[in-house]
């Protein structure tokens, strides 16, 4: 079923709605990485933004390749077996948002799917923007 709504994916709903971050400053970024033996993570399976009020966002992707949204707080880290882990951890580096760490988030643009809803993220700050994205299932964050 495609919903009616664009904005809303069929399996997730709407999420969070990511307008609430303008205005907010970027106090930390932590990021669950999917770390396998001893190699480095390609890229952030999970991204939680901090904000100076303490406040978590959560961007993430969805079984069906949507961007989903919210504003619940990290979890723990977990074993995945056969010399696999998530790990969850603050990410000074690693992420393009730790450029702007400290700064105010000026405005955030979405991009939507008819079948799945929110695909994309633009968050935008006084000196440049981190676009995040739902990519084959797998989360793209650039800056």
């Known amino acids: ?23 907010r ?12 033996d001893s190699e480095d993570a390609a890229g952030p399976l999970e991204i939680w933004l901090v904000d100076e009020l303490g406040g978590y966002f959560h961007i993430t992707t969805g079984s069906d390749w949507c961007l989903i949204t919210d504003e619940e707080a990290p979890h723990a880290g977990y074993d995945l077996g056969e010399s696999s882990r998530v790990e969850v951890v603050s990410s000074e580096r690693g992420t393009p948002f730790a450029d702007y760490l400290g700064e105010v988030i000026l405005a955030v643009d979405q991009r939507f799917d008819a079948r799945t809803g929110r695909v994309g993220l633009k968050v935008c700050f006084a000196t440049g923007t981190v676009e995040c994205g739902s990519w084959g299932g797998d989360l793209q964050v650039t800056g």
């Open 1 to 23: 079923m495609i919903p009616t709504e664009p904005h809303e994916c069929p399996l997730h709903g709407a999420g969070a709605n990511p307008d609430r971050l303008t205005g």
């Open 25 to 36: 400053r970027v106090q930390q970024v932590v990021a669950a990485w999917h770390r396998h």
